[in-house]
């Protein structure tokens, strides 16, 4: 290995929140982690949320998930959490010659805290930032004094020119694309990296690299069968991100769920966090049935889309173990999808639903509350399609103005100068356009929506208990 020494770091939020993180990679890091080890490069890579042990609740109302944010926000501004030493004592330990951490934007103070506690370790240690926030808001980025430089869009070749110009000692940081930084008072953004085009060349995630506790058994692992997005929905950046969609083989996406398997024996669950996986029929079936011959035993989970679900897609996902797909219905009206650009319909939204249930597939289906252009009347339409499909189970968001959308690109300058991200994130409560433009009336219709996601929750869960209490007297 070459003696620079990498330490990603994912910032702590569900544990300032109290709760339990759900599949704890965050891939992106791993798969940095990965591609440095494979160019000769020591890395490891710390997932701050897990160094807390917190106790999993079996059921949370949304109202109370929400709340945890006033939580994360006094931890991250001014009282004291264990968090912060422990990722201090680590980064200590492990002394690198560099940091690179991702995060989003509801979560970049966290980010802005971890990139200080390094700065308090030792004030030579070069920071990074990665990911959605730092891909769109560089500049912002860089005016917290605690970051050197922002790595934008997909990070391998960005990462590995970074750490061979410090391994070589000549920091050219001019040679290294997509990189941010500040330079005589202003702020330079060097030429995109060039995609990596044959995903197969990237070795998988380094989840090896995590630095855990030795008794720890992990039994939940996330996995990307693909980057990008075909889609352009107006509240996301994915595409913006990634790039068009870019698909792993079969056979590779299947020998890395042999090596969780072989890897971590507990495994019981593997996530796809795809932004949709069922976005080309051929290319499910075709993964199915490589998951089915080589007989992989673990319950699987994924994202899919109400406009290219049918039986034959559904059956060949059932027989190859997936037993809960999470959807994006959104809304129940049929002007703000168009406005979205979902590109699906109520009568989609129905029809598919009651499908996945046929297929005995569970069902969580993402609504988002308080877009642009929602009213009462929407607001409506949303609580009667929720009372009215058969979901196991609804996901709540609040709209965010996210940096890299198209409502981003659309929101009014002084509108976007209001958002502070330790005041609003995904899960925040109440919506932020209600706040700033007044509609504090409409919470209503949220609390109705969040009270309809409790109540199908609870029924799922009972539902859950019960049959695992009755299935040692069944079988």
């Given at each position: ?10 910032p ?6 109290n709760?339990?993180p ?16 494979k160019?000769?490069f ?11 042990d ?24 001014h ?10 004592t ?26 200080s ?15 959605f ?14 970051v ?5 869009g ?16 000549t ?9 941010s ?59 913006r ?8 083989s ?51 989970f ?9 039986e034959e ?64 009347i ?15 189970a609804?996901?709540?968001?609040c709209?965010v ?14 509108t ?16 932020f ?5 007044g ?14 996601a ?9 539902k ?5 209490l ?6």
């Open positions: 290995m070459k003696t620079i020494r990498t330490l990603f770091i994912a702590p939020y569900y544990c300032l929140r709760l339990k759900g599949p704890i990679y965050p891939l992106g890091l791993l798969y940095l982690a990965g591609y440095l080890r160019h000769g020591e890395s490891r890579v710390l997932i701050s949320d897990v160094l807390i917190v106790k999993p609740k079996i059921f949370i109302t949304m109202k109370s998930y929400a709340k945890g944010w006033e939580n994360y926000k006094k931890y991250v501004q009282e004291q959490h264990p968090i912060w030493e422990k990722v201090e680590l980064i200590r330990k492990y002394d690198p010659s560099v940091v690179g951490i991702s995060t989003n934007s509801p979560t970049i103070d966290s980010a802005y805290k971890v990139a506690i390094v700065k308090k370790v030792d004030e030579g240690i070069p920071v990074l930032i990665g990911g926030h730092g891909t769109f808001c560089p500049e912002e980025v860089l005016q917290n004094q605690s050197d430089f922002v790595i934008r997909e990070g391998e070749n960005p990462m590995l020119r970074f750490v061979d110009e410090m391994a070589n000692g920091c050219r940081w001019e040679e290294v694309p997509s990189l930084y500040r330079q005589n008072l202003t702020f330079r953004h060097n030429e995109p990296s060039e995609k990596i085009s044959n995903l197969d060349d990237i070795p998988f995630p380094a989840r090896d690299l995590v630095v855990i506790s030795p008794n720890t058994k992990l039994k939940e692992h996330t996995m990307l069968a693909t980057r990008g997005c075909p889609y352009g929905c107006a509240f996301c950046a994915d595409r991100f990634w790039g068009g969609i870019r698909t792993r079969k056979e590779s996406i299947v020998d890395e769920m042999e090596a969780i398997l072989k890897q971590f024996p507990d495994t019981k669950k593997i996530y796809f966090n795809d932004g949709t996986l069922t976005f080309d029929k051929r290319f499910v079936k075709e993964l199915c049935t490589e998951i089915s011959n080589r007989k992989i035993k673990a319950k699987l994924c994202t899919a889309r109400f406009d290219n679900i049918d897609t559904l059956a060949h996902l059932k027989n190859a173990g997936f037993q809960v797909l999470y959807l994006g219905a959104e809304s129940g009206d049929d002007k703000i999808l168009k406005s979205m650009n979902k590109r699906i319909t109520l009568d989609q939204i129905d029809k598919s639903i009651r499908l996945i249930r046929k297929a005995g597939i569970q069902s969580l289906v993402s609504i988002l509350v308080g877009v642009p252009g929602e009213n009462e929407s607001l409506r339409n949303t609580i009667q399609m929720m009372e009215r499909i058969p979901a196991d609804f996901d709540i968001n709209f103005p996210l940096p890299g959308t198209e409502w981003y690109d659309r929101t009014p300058e002084e976007r100068q209001k958002v502070n991200w330790l005041e609003i994130g995904y899960k925040s409560g109440r919506p356009l209600f706040q700033v433009e509609k504090e009336n409409l919470l209503q219709y949220v609390d109705r929506i969040n009270k309809i409790d109540e199908r929750l609870r029924k799922t869960v009972a859950t208990i019960l049959r695992k009755l299935y040692p007297i069944c079988r």
